[in-house]
Every structure is written in structure tokens, then in C-alpha cells.
């Protein structure tokens, strides 16, 4: 019905195309969202498996990084590596970056969707712009694990995170809403959030889960295509001095 209304309301002139923006916007952020939130609740598990969640119910971008160390420690160490905070959801920031996009003017902390992770949004996410290009970025979301909580396999850290690189502005595969499209090989991104961190911060060090989770071809919840080697890499920030972490 969508495909027929977009093929068929340009030969209504005006009237026809006002009508299916009013039909796309229904069916995009009220209809679809509502379905999928439905059949999400019955078929998608409700513990720990690796991967986000879109508001949805949908699976979005798998966990690939983890880390060790306090909220005052991660925050110096993705400064000093050159990540920016990202500025929360509003309707402010949410229209700036549409208009942003639309000029391509520079917009470094531009908002990223909420995902949800132990049934919460992401406590805070960073970014790193390309050529003041707000429809490209480098970005990584970090949700604080529940007390003594432990990854499967019995290890613990104090804060999961989910890395991808935003390519580009699009429209979702399950949702058709405007969303931003991601790189496939997420374990590229996972790679390069590690390399700056180290870079930067010498105190810092990195192991390795390998084989974490299987490697697998995928979908995130935008329905961009995704493929990961499984390995879980563990930043450890704890012997980090930073400012008012009395560390």
C-alpha cells in the first residue's frame, strides 16, 4: 500500500503527496513501531545475549567493547583520546542535526539514538565527527553494568559498549523511519575506539575475550547489515589518574 501511494499521489498533485507524508509518518513512527514492539516482546529474549535493543524491541548494534575503570576514568580517557560527549535527545538537538545534515554543516555533539541494555538507555555515548560531516561519525555508547554482575564466562567489568560507524543518513529497513546508516564491519570501529583509548592514555591496557560470541552475519535495528568476529575486547582504565576521581 505504501509503494502504491508513493507510485500513485504524484499524479494527484499536491493533495496526493501531503496525503502520503501524513500516511508514511503514521505508518513509520506510530504503526510499524508498535508492531514490532508487540512481536519483539513475544520471540526476542529478555536477558543478556550480546546485543542492544532498539525502543522498538528491535535488536540493535552488538556489544563489542568492554571496560574497567570509574565513570570519572572513562571520561578522561575518551577525552584525552579526542571523543566528544554526545549531546542528549531533545527536540533541540534532534532538529539540529536534521538541519545540520541537510547544510552539511558541523555538528560534533550530535545526538545518538537511544539503545537499551539491561533495559535502560545508554548512560553516555562519544563521538568523533569525519570532515565536519554530521551524517558520518564515529561513535560508541557505554552502558555501567548492574552491581556483581558478571559476562558470561564469569568475568567482570564495570561498563559495556556498543561501537559502530555512522555512513550515512537513511531510511530504516524494518521501520522506514530516518535513521542513520551504519558500516557493516563493526569490529573495524570496535578496533579503532580501543587504538585512540591506547594511544592516549599510557596507564591504560586491553585484553582480550576471544570468541566472545560466535562470529556472525547479522542485522542491526535500523536493518543495516552487520558482520563481527565475536571478540570482546577489555579496556582497563583503572590505574588512570583522573580529575576528581580521588584515583
Same mark, same amino acid.
Given at each position: ?35 514490532? *514492539? ?5 520471540? +526476542? ?7 542492544? *535493543? ?29 571523543? %566528544? ?12 542535526? +536534521? ?5 552539511? *554543516? ?57 561501537? %559502530? ?30 587504538? %585512540? ?7 591504560? %591496557? ?42
Amino acid at each position: 500500500m505504501a509503494w502504491l501511494l508513493l507510485t500513485e499521489s504524484f499524479k494527484l498533485g499536491w493533495l496526493g503527496i501531503a496525503f502520503f507524508l501524513v500516511f508514511w509518518v503514521m505508518l513509520a513512527y506510530l504503526a510499524l513501531p508498535r508492531l514490532h *514492539r508487540i512481536f519483539t516482546a513475544i520471540y +526476542v529474549p529478555d536477558y543478556f545475549i550480546g546485543r542492544t *535493543r532498539t525502543s522498538d524491541g528491535l535488536l540493535g548494534d552488538p556489544v563489542n567493547l568492554a571496560v574497567r575503570g570509574s565513570d570519572a576514568q572513562l571520561r578522561e580517557a575518551m577525552a584525552r583520546a579526542g571523543w %566528544t560527549l554526545a549531546d542528549p535527545v531533545t527536540m533541540g538537538s534532534a532538529w539540529k542535526i +536534521v538541519t545540520s545534515t541537510i547544510a552539511r *554543516r558541523s555538528y560534533d555533539r550530535a545526538p545518538v539514538s537511544p539503545l537499551l541494555l539491561f533495559g535502560r538507555v545508554q548512560d553516555m555515548a562519544y563521538q568523533q565527527e569525519v570532515a565536519g560531516n554530521p551524517a558520518k561519525r564515529h561513535h560508541v555508547r557505554f552502558w555501567r553494568t548492574p552491581d556483581d554482575w558478571l559476562l558470561p564466562g564469569g568475568t567482570r567489568v564495570d561498563w559495556l559498549a556498543a561501537g %559502530t560507524f555512522d555512513r550515512a543518513v537513511g531510511f530504516s529497513l524494518f521501520t522506514l523511519q530516518i535513521t542513520h546508516k551504519i558500516d557493516a564491519d563493526i569490529d573495524v570501529e570496535r578496533d579503532h575506539v580501543v587504538a %585512540t583509548v591506547m594511544a592516549a592514555n599510557d596507564a591504560a %591496557t586491553v585484553e582480550t575475550l576471544v570468541d566472545f560470541s560466535a562470529g556472525y552475519h547479522s542485522r542491526n535495528g535500523g536493518g543495516d547489515s552487520i558482520q563481527t568476529d565475536g571478540d570482546l575486547p577489555i579496556l582497563d582504565l583503572r590505574k588512570l589518574h583522573a580529575i576528581g576521581d580521588g584515583s
